[in-house]
């Protein structure tokens, strides 16, 4: 290689994993890292990993995707997941940190490490060399620039907006039914039919949802090509109905009318596992759109695979760009993680930081990369950041990405165990057929 150490760039969570991953490898690492040459809009310490949003990493059970990423990322060694463990503070369920000393001991951790380089820059260009790129959601603009001009490239820059996505497992067919309008196209749709009375409940209480805040940098931003429901719903009682919930040429099996309104769902994947709610992009905080999402018939009990969300947002179009180790394709030497590579979340953005950060390792010493698999929620993550789809969206963890069982599991929580189950063995497979 051109040069004997991996340049990093991007100390977030995804390029600290990486980072510990290389050199626990034997291979050197310079770290770049912009601040406090420059922060970004959102970041104010100069310690490696901040978080900047919430300091809870979700739920550790094995019944909840989020946990069994967990227990992968312990498998792995990861630095990320030793850190939490260490500065973690009281939440229930969830593994949650003190932010301060979570970053402390990720900075201290690889600055102190023989194979580490931190270099504090501002990086325009994409370096030479192996490479891995980790700078986030907030990726400078002149970087942005740079990854642009990359076969495939899309304009990386724009206000995200995106509706929740639900798992298919997790409907009420009951209520549900499948249809399109005039019945035309087939039944591409799942319909969640209202009734005036449900209708009214819904509107009142999306009217009086709370919303998440925006950012001082997102205020100045407006995105022109969707409004978020509770906007549209603002402008009167009657603005849903006649917009993204109109009923027209939509008939109730149950009782052979059109409702009074609609809220479609339209498939996620080809496996017809997760679907998202159509117009349903929204700035609802995510314990509001659980509340009152599963207002809607049928959504009573649903599983949410990932939130509705508009927000300043930078992520590759990962289905053009990238393949399943998170490398460019045509260029094993250029790989990318975190946020921008078109996962969402901390802990996938670790995750993502350690497969790119393996698979390239092994690349530089001349053995098969590992395939994690879309039976292991590592491999399900990488495996969606290169997979096409019409409206590529970033994703968390959640069962709805692995592939199904192939047998049958009555119940919901005996199936997540199985998969559970699946994923460890899996990866215990994975771990001793390619050596990690």
């Known amino acids: 290689m051109p040069n004997d150490y991996v340049t990093i760039v991007g100390g977030g969570l995804a390029g600290s994993e990486a980072a510990w991953q ?4 034997g291979i050197p690492v310079k770290l770049i890292e912009m601040k406090p040459v420059k922060f970004s809009p ?3 310490t100069e310690g490696f990993a901040e978080l900047v949003c919430s300091n809870s990493l979700k739920a550790e059970h094995l019944t909840n995707a989020s946990g069994v990423l967990k227990a992968e990322l312990r498998k792995l060694n990861s630095l990320i997941l030793a850190a939490a463990e ?9 593994l949650a940190v003190d ?10 951790t690889l600055k102190n490490h023989p194979l580490v380089t931190v270099e504090n820059a501002l990086v325009e260009e994409i370096p030479e060399g192996p490479c891995i790129i980790a700078t986030g959601p907030l990726t400078d603009p002149a970087l942005t620039a740079a990854i642009e001009k990359l076969p495939g490239a899309k304009s990386l820059h724009f206000f995200d907006a995106a509706a929740p996505i639900v798992t298919a497992e997790s409907l009420d067919m009951t209520k549900v039914f499948r249809a399109s309008r005039y019945d035309r196209g087939g039944s591409d749709y799942l319909n969640c039919p209202m009734d005036e009375a449900e209708y009214n409940a819904f509107y009142d209480a999306l009217i009086a949802a709370e919303l998440a805040p925006l950012h001082d940098f997102e205020k100045k931003l407006v995105f022109e090509g969707c409004l978020a429901v509770e906007i549209l719903a603002s402008r009167g009682r009657q603005t849903l109905a006649f917009g993204p919930l109109k009923p027209v040429g939509l008939i109730d099996p149950r009782t052979g009318k059109e409702p009074y309104a609609v809220v479609q769902l339209r498939q ?3 496996a017809g596992t997760m679907y998202n709610l159509v117009g349903f992009q929204t700035r609802l905080k995510w314990g509001e759109q659980k509340r ?10 649903a599983d949410f695979a990932r939130y509705g969300v508009m927000h300043r947002n930078t992520y590759l179009n990962g289905p053009d760009m990238l393949q399943a180790n998170y ?13 921008l590579s078109g996962v969402e979340g901390y802990m996938e953005s670790t995750a993502s930081g350690l497969t790119a950060a393996i698979g390239l390792a092994h690349a530089l010493k001349g053995i098969p990369e590992p395939d994690f698999t879309g039976k292991t929620v590592i491999g399900a993550l990488a495996k969606h950041v290169c997979t096409p789809s019409a409206n590529f969206q970033p994703m968390n963890s959640n069962f709805g990405i692995l592939e199904p069982l192939t047998e049958r599991v009555r119940g919901k929580r005996n199936r997540y165990e199985k998969m559970a189950e699946r ?7 994975v771990i001793n057929q390619y050596g990690i």
């Not at 290389?22 to 490898?25: F, G, Q």
């Not at 260490?86 to 969830?94: L, S």
């Not at 009152?292 to 009990?301: A, K, R, T, Y």
């Open 292 to 301: 009152v999402f599963s207002m809607i018939p049928g959504l009573e009990n």
């Open 327 to 339: 490398a460019l394709k045509g260029n094993p030497m250029l790989r990318f993680a975190g946020q």
């Open 99 to 108: 932010r301060h000393a979570f970053s402390d001991y990720i900075t201290e």
């Open 42 to 44: 959102a970041h104010k």
């Open 22 to 25: 290389l050199v626990n490898r």
């Open 423 to 429: 994923a460890e063995q899996t990866l215990t497979e």
């Open 268 to 270: 996620e994947n080809e």
């Open 86 to 94: 260490k500065t973690r503070v009281p939440a229930g369920g969830a």
